[in-house]
């Protein structure tokens, strides 16, 4: 008896986004990344098309983080320059870079100011080829200021700015349009904000294709299935047509895996059974980031370079057509 | 499942539309079709009217216009078969035929042209002898049409069937049998076909007729209802049927979800 492969049809598919500007789009990138395209549920390319693989972002902050020791192995040579870290992210296998602007947060002593956050991005675009995304420090006004003088700095290089979210979205799109950047619209786990959000920044003006949605991933263990679910429920309503849910998906894997116990703890506060703390934070954070896959992230941001060679690893195996 | 809209105004039972046809005026018909457009629908509605002369040039006359002003896809109404024919030979997107019942000669006209021209067809659950009015009845036409469908190479998902609604003031006890039979002709096969009405008929001859419109459009998309030939510029009965879809959770809430349907 012959098998009949089943395959749904579907009507819509998930907005391309591309990041960064060549030299002959009016950039210096030494690349573009495009995000999203899909036509299908994750990898199920025998059934649609699957454009752009996704890709794997590295974060870098533009000052000393304060994580796991484990990560002094890799950047503690960098970290006090976020030009040098760029450039190490390049050489570890970034497809873009993400740079947290934790430096501009007001609570800090030698808060910094706009002005020196956008000499930071310049530095940085200078010495690296790599598309950017830049995250603001995470206080509504100060992102603000702060993400209007890195658009400004920024022109010409399409690079993804943000976080715009519900309550604190216009400045960022208005600086968004003027320097004709991407802009990453984030959700607190909530399908219904993640809608209206893109919506209103809709309307504001920003071009469908300069949207990146972050719908605030949960790390393994602690929520990761609320954010799988909204990402799947994303993925389906894009591919029945509904293009206020057809944007790509960025998963701050690396951040959300490492702020749990599981992956900071060593052996001797460990859990019985958990095992030795390198090995357990990098799966960890693969783990999550290979969950997320599944559930349609087009964009990976990760923090450890062995969880990343491992998420690259799969990311590979899974473009692996699987046409019938 | 997304709800789709057919708008029924580009009818030549209009008036104006009736004499645009005649003088082969497009300005009020290009009009309805950016108008409907703007609403939201999912098809237009196209039919030449009972006055047009000469059906087959109208109807072709009538899709070249309306294609000069939007690309929403179209939906041939015409019970004559070489007017929808010389429709779809220049549909630049894969059109919908309105329509064929249930009788074998012009199943086997209908099918095979929607097959070649990669259509869609309202088929209706009725043949020569009328409107049935059990419920089963209409599903036993449903059955016979979704079985032509395979006989012929088209999917169930080809088909809008169409269980006939009649105006509720002369013909009452039909209202709730269609809504049995709209049940039952999701469950005939897999995938199961669609389903459409010609909602307006349901109020004809009353006085209430936006309000019995959309509250029959939402008691239909309760037992499965996914498209309607329509007055797509009611506000309210939009609002409704965008409501109603987000209730059935085949759309995906947000507070301007109103705005976001009829954007699609």
Redesign the interface.
Known sequence: MPAEILKE?F?GRVQEVVLGATKDEGGTRAYTVKLGGSSTLPFLQFEGDIPNRPVIAFEIWDIKPDWHECFAEYYSDVWEDPVAWAKKAEELGADVIYLKLRGADPELENSKSPDECAKVVKAVLENTGAPLMVEGPGNPDKDNEVLQAVAEAAAGENIAIGLAEKDNYRGIAAAAMMGKHCIIARSPVD??????LN?MITEMGVAPEKIINDPLTGGLGYGIEYSYSIME??RW?AL??????AFPVVCLAGPEAWRAKEANAPLEDAGPGWGEQKPRGIMWEAMTAAALLQAGGDLVLMRHPEAAKLLKKHIESLMVPNVY | MAFYMIGERINGMFKDIGEAVAKFDPKPIQEWAIKQTEAGAAYLDVNVGPTAADRVKSMRWMVEVIQEVCDTPLALDSTNYDAIEAGLEICKKPALINSCPCERPKIERVFPMAKKYGAKIIALTMDKSGIPKSADARVAFAMELVAAADEFGLSPDDLFIDPLILPCNVAQDHAPEVLEALRQIRTLSDPPPHTTLGLSNVSQGTPFRPLINRTYCVMAMTCGLDSAIMDVNDDELVDAIATAEVLLNQSIYCDSYAKVFRQR
């Open positions: 049809k009507t399908i219904n904000i993640l809608k209206q919506l429920r994303a309503g029945i047509g509904d293009k206020m849910m």
